[in-house]
T-cell receptor, first 112, second 114 residues
Framework: QKEVEQNSGPLSVPEGAIASLNCTYS??????FFWYRQYSGKSPELIMFIYSNGDKEDGRFTAQLNKASQYVSLLIRDSQPSDSATYLCAVNRESSASKIIFGSGTRLSIRP | DAMVIQNPRYQVTQFGKPVTLSCSQTLNHNVMYWYQQKSSQAPKLLFHYYDKDFNNEADTPDNFQSRRPNTSFCFLDIRSPGLGDAAMYLC?????????????FGSGTRLTVV
């Protein structure tokens, strides 16, 4: 079992709709959770982080965390073509606080 | 602007010829990381430095080495590159306390082995 699992996609969403990206993790000791956006050929860019159960909103982005279910998600409202990218979920474990473990990403495509 | 800079952006090396990738940061972050990312795969942590303390991942091949001569610079040395080492190499930094704050990534170096 991978430590961080994501559906590879592609996930195709019409422009203006809500894109929903999901991630599960295996280590219950995970403390911090991140969403990175990665355009093709570029490095990852941090867009959201969440530490506590519940929702965290930042502009068009909402991160949701459910530690009991070991589940984290990212919602993108009013999706734009510029949101087309790969979204990497990442977690930080208490047992190795310096390190972040990444999922392999979900490729999101926003169709006009 | 404070940032993480990787050089070069693209590197072509010959099979078996040693190559060095560099990373510098102006963020004054304590922790520096090297990740390897192959196409459609998760970034894979190779090693990281917490200040001067070197932390190697158990599955990082001996072919990969790293140096951190000072806070600002970190180097990745590949002693004998193989075709399987072709990948994007990502340098990242974080504050002390490490991963809990997330990383700042450099722009990456795309390595091609011919």
């Amino acid at each position: 079992q991978k430590e961080v699992e994501q559906n590879s996609g592609p996930l195709s969403v019409p422009e203006g709709a809500i894109a929903s990206l999901n991630c599960t993790y295996s280590d219950r000791g995970s403390q911090s959770f991140f969403w990175y956006r990665q355009y093709s050929g570029k490095s990852p860019e941090l867009i959201m982080f969440i530490y506590s159960n519940g929702d965290k909103e930042d502009g068009r982005f909402t991160a949701q965390l459910n530690k009991a279910s070991q589940y984290v998600s990212l919602l993108i409202r009013d999706s734009q073509p510029s949101d087309s990218a790969t979204y990497l979920c990442a977690v930080n474990r208490e047992s190795s606080a310096s390190k972040i473990i990444f999922g392999s990403g979900t490729r999101l495509s926003i169709r006009p | 602007d404070a940032m993480v800079i990787q050089n070069p952006r693209y590197q072509v090396t010959q099979f078996g010829k040693p190559v060095t990738l560099s990373c510098s940061q102006t963020l004054n972050h304590n922790v520096m990381y090297w990740y390897q990312q192959k196409s459609s795969q998760a970034p894979k942590l190779l090693f990281h430095y917490y200040d001067k303390d070197f932390n190697n991942e158990a599955d990082t091949p001996d072919n990969f080495q790293s140096r951190r001569p000072n806070t600002s610079f970190c180097f990745l040395d590949i002693r004998s590159p193989g075709l399987g080492d072709a990948a994007m190499y990502l340098c990242a930094t974080s504050r002390a306390g490490g991963g809990g704050y997330g990383y700042t990534f450099g722009s990456g170096t795309r390595l091609t082995v011919v």
